[in-house]
Nanobody, 124 residues
Framework: QVPLVESGGGLVQAGGSLRLSCAAS????????MAWFRQAPGKEREFVAF????????IYSDSVKGRFTISRDNAKNTVYLQMNSLKPEDTAVYYC?????????????????WGQGTQVTVSS
């Protein structure tokens, strides 16, 4: 089990920034690839960003590339999502997820542990 707890969501104006955090419990955090997904009202959950176990490899969706940065601190069992230049269309519940597969990437089915989500609302 890898319990995940997200934090850092909130209400921000368009063009602003937020930093999401996802804290994991347990001593095996660095064995898991991590990712962020999001789900907007009335839409399916979608991939946002991925980071490999050692933090050296990242993947982003086209919609956030250049604006969002995913990172991880294995010493703190935490993964982050720095979100800059936020847009109203970024409004969603953001979830972090953990996968035992090193190359899980965008594949939702590869992620076996999920957080409860944190709401991000971007006003225009």
């Amino acid at each position: 089990q890898v319990p995940l707890v997200e934090s850092g969501g909130g209400l921000v104006q368009a063009g602003g920034s937020l930093r999401l955090s996802c804290a994991a419990s347990g001593r095996t955090f660095n064995n898991y690839a991590m990712a962020w997904f999001r789900q907007a009202p009335g839409k399916e959950r979608e991939f946002v960003a991925f980071v490999s176990t050692n933090g050296m490899n990242t993947i982003y969706s086209d919609s956030v590339k250049g604006r969002f940065t995913i990172s991880r601190d294995n010493a703190k069992n935490t993964v982050y999502l720095q979100m800059n230049s936020l847009k109203p269309e970024d409004t969603a519940v953001y979830y972090c997820a953990a996968s035992p597969q090193a190359f899980a990437g965008r594949i939702q089915a590869a992620y076996i542990y999920w957080g409860q989500g944190t709401q991000v609302t971007v006003s225009s």
